[in-house]
């Protein structure tokens, strides 16, 4: 009896190991047979692409294989990721270029080996996606954004008459520009002043630098402003929320945020810091770039165009435009809605 309990237990112990390594072994083909998708982004060090990075991974996790590269600001160095993707034989490339004018022969190359390519956060000139039909964009309307921003300034002097320090009837500013001949910095730069100016206010550029969308070189940049101009000051708009941020750490050395001095900063993007320096009164408004959103849409879309399927809200939770574009909306932010970018 003794042995045919014994027996019978090391059937059912073999059986459950049996069980065990087969189920591991599923999983792990699986895991081999992952799709693949390459992501070149331009600079990590950057909060925002780095929060795009982060929804990426989330939402691809368990149903795609991410390798996810830092080009450090450089074309070439993008351009040589992207030659590695191809020659690994990635079934999805995604792309955030350094440089707009490289979309067009990255294009081209995706297309010799017909391999889908995402491009985001930075939209590729012209007509270039027509070039290829498995090429796409997720990101933003690149004219809201700013457009919003200079809309917190607005906001800001209608309800604060004193802002207007010289009593001229017009907003003296400053623009901290991202990096020379990017899409974003153009438009952000030209939109944010057009708004002002659109709703009937008149504006003076006092100066205007770029700051690389660096807080460190913002803040440096700003110091050098604040020691020439402080007086004249009346706003400081930024295109984005880290040389916002700079911009401020120039502004505190100076004295100001501690109850009597005071400048308007807005910025976009709504990082996390971002939100925090509204919620402590020193940064004025930001404009929310959904990056959740975005990551969670380019991921969604690199595993339908993995699969072979026909990109729609049949198999994504986003609509595209076009058969082409996936456009995320933007908000503006500031203390009084704080709690809808939180």
Same mark, same amino acid.
């Given at each position: 009896? &003794?042995?045919?309990?014994?027996?019978f237990?090391?059937?059912?112990?073999?059986?459950?190991?049996?069980?065990? @390594?087969s189920?591991?072994?599923?999983?792990?083909?699986?895991?081999?047979?992952?799709?693949?998708? +390459?992501?070149?982004?331009?600079?990590?060090?950057?909060?925002?692409?780095?929060?795009?990075?982060?929804?990426?991974?989330?939402?691809?996790?368990?149903?795609?294989?991410?390798?996810?590269?830092? @080009?450090?600001?450089?074309?070439?160095?993008?351009?040589?990721?992207?030659?590695?993707?191809?020659?690994?034989?990635y079934?999805?490339?995604?792309?955030?270029?350094?440089?707009?004018?490289a979309?067009?022969?990255?294009i081209?190359?995706?297309?010799?080996?017909?391999?889908?390519?995402?491009?985001?956060?930075?939209?590729?000139?012209?007509?270039?996606?027509?070039?290829?039909?498995?090429?796409?964009?997720?990101?933003?309307?690149?004219?809201?954004?700013?457009?919003?921003?200079?809309?917190?300034?607005?906001?800001?002097?209608?309800?604060?008459?004193?802002?207007?320090?010289? &009593?001229?009837?017009i907003i003296?500013?400053?623009?901290?520009?991202?990096?020379?001949?990017?899409?974003?910095?153009?438009?952000?730069?030209?939109?944010?002043?057009?708004?002002?100016?659109?709703?009937?206010? &008149?504006?003076?550029k006092?100066?205007?630098?770029?700051?690389?969308?660096?807080?460190?070189?913002?803040?440096?940049?700003?110091?050098?402003?604040?020691?020439?101009?402080?007086?004249?000051?009346?706003?400081?708009?930024?295109?984005?929320?880290?040389?916002?941020? +700079?911009?401020?750490?120039?502004?505190?050395?100076?004295?100001?945020?501690?109850?009597?001095?005071?400048?308007?900063?807005?910025?976009?993007?709504?990082?996390?810091?971002?939100?925090?320096?509204i919620k402590?009164?020193?940064?004025?408004?930001?404009?929310?770039?959904? +990056?959740?959103s975005?990551?969670?849409?380019?991921?969604?879309?690199?595993?339908?165009?993995?699969?072979? &399927?026909?990109?729609?809200?049949?198999?994504?939770?986003?609509?595209?435009?076009? +058969?082409?574009?996936?456009?995320?909306?933007?908000?503006?932010?500031?203390?009084?809605?704080?709690?809808?970018?939180?």
């Amino acid at each position: 009896m &003794k042995k045919l309990l014994s027996l019978f237990s090391i059937g059912a112990l073999l059986s459950l190991l049996v069980v065990a @390594c087969s189920n591991s072994d599923n999983r792990l083909l699986i895991r081999i047979n992952q799709p693949k998708i +390459g992501v070149a982004i331009s600079n990590l060090n950057d909060p925002f692409l780095s929060e795009v990075k982060t929804a990426i991974t989330d939402e691809a996790r368990g149903k795609l294989k991410v390798d996810i590269v830092d @080009c450090q600001d450089s074309q070439p160095i993008q351009n040589d990721n992207i030659d590695q993707f191809l020659s690994k034989k990635y079934d999805v490339i995604a792309i955030n270029l350094v440089d707009r004018t490289a979309a067009s022969h990255l294009i081209e190359r995706a297309k010799e080996e017909n391999v889908p390519v995402i491009f985001f956060n930075n939209k590729p000139e012209g007509t270039d996606l027509q070039k290829y039909d498995k090429a796409y964009y997720v990101g933003t309307l690149p004219e809201q954004s700013p457009s919003l921003e200079g809309e917190i300034v607005v906001d800001y002097s209608k309800a604060h008459p004193e802002a207007d320090k010289n &009593k001229d009837g017009i907003i003296q500013y400053v623009m901290l520009t991202g990096t020379p001949k990017e899409q974003d910095t153009e438009l952000r730069t030209k939109f944010s002043v057009d708004a002002i100016e659109n709703w009937g206010l &008149k504006v003076q550029k006092i100066a205007e630098d770029t700051a690389m969308w660096d807080r460190k070189k913002a803040e440096t940049k700003m110091s050098s402003i604040l020691s020439t101009q402080v007086n004249k000051i009346e706003a400081v708009i930024a295109n984005n929320d880290d040389m916002a941020l +700079g911009v401020i750490d120039a502004l505190k050395a100076k004295g100001y945020f501690n109850g009597t001095k005071y400048i308007p900063v807005v910025g976009i993007d709504g990082t996390g810091e971002a939100l925090q320096a509204i919620k402590t009164g020193t940064l004025l408004g930001t404009v929310l770039n959904d +990056g959740k959103s975005q990551g969670k849409a380019i991921s969604q879309l690199a595993i339908s165009l993995a699969k072979k &399927k026909i990109p729609s809200q049949d198999n994504m939770d986003f609509e595209m435009t076009d +058969g082409k574009y996936i456009w995320i909306p933007f908000k503006k932010i500031t203390r009084d809605n704080l709690d809808e970018a939180e």
